[in-house]
C-alpha cells in the first residue's frame, strides 16, 4: 500500500516537472534526476537484500527478497517509462532504465540460479556448486558496475548540462 502511495507521490512530482517540456531552472532539472535516482536506488536496497538473504542459507527468505526485488524493478520501470523525457533528458531517463534493464535480467535469471545453489542441502553443496555461485555472482556484479558507470556519464552529462552537482 505504501509503494503505490509513493509511486504516486513520484508520479504526480514527475508530471508537475514535466507539464513544461524543459527545464527551466536548475532546481527542476535536479528535481528529475533525484526522482530517477530514487526509482534506482529503491531497486539497489532491494538488491542489497537479497545478498544479503544469501547469508540466511534459508530458501524462504531468499525467495522473499528476490520477489521484493521483482516487484521493487517492474514498479521503477512502469513508474520511469510513463514519463515522457523532457527534450535533452532522454540519455539520462535511458541510462536509468537500461541498469533497471540489467537487474531485471539477474533478477529473472542469474538470482534464481543462485538462491537454487544455496538452496542445496549441505552434502551437494559442493566445491563445483561454490565455484558456479562465484562466478554467476562475479559475472553480475561486473555486468552491474558497467551499467552503473554508464548511468554515472550519463548523470554527469546531465549535470553538467544544467549546472548541478551531483553525488
Known amino acids: 500500500m505504501t509503494r503505490r502511495i509513493s509511486t504516486l ?29 530514487q526509482q534506482q536506488k529503491m531497486i539497489v536496497e532491494k538488491y542489497d537484500l537479497v545478498l544479503e538473504s544469501f547469508d540466511t542459507y534459508v530458501g524462504s527468505k531468499m525467495d522473499a527478497a528476490l520477489l521484493d526485488l521483482e516487484a521493487q524493478i517492474a514498479e ?54 561454490k565455484m558456479e555461485w562465484d562466478s554467476t555472482y562475479k559475472d553480475m556484479d561486473k555486468r552491474l558496475k558497467e551499467a552503473g558507470n554508464r548511468l554515472r556519464e550519463a ?13
Not at 533497471?100 to 549441505?122: H, N, T, V
Open 76 to 129: 521503477s520501470q512502469n513508474s520511469i517509462s510513463q514519463i515522457d523525457a523532457p527534450s535533452g533528458c532522454e540519455a539520462l531517463r535511458d541510462a536509468v532504465l537500461d541498469y533497471i534493464a540489467e537487474m531485471q535480467g539477474f533478477a529473472s535469471d542469474a538470482m534464481p540460479r543462485m538462491i537454487s545453489i544455496y538452496k542445496r542441502l549441505e552434502n551437494e553443496f559442493t566445491p563445483d556448486a
Open 155 to 167: 548523470q554527469k552529462e546531465f549535470a553538467k548540462k544544467y549546472e548541478l552537482t551531483v553525488n
Open 9 to 37: 507521490i513520484i508520479m504526480a512530482a514527475l508530471a508537475a516537472i514535466m507539464e513544461a517540456c524543459s527545464f527551466t531552472t536548475p532546481k527542476q532539472a535536479a528535481s528529475y534526476n533525484d526522482l530517477l535516482m
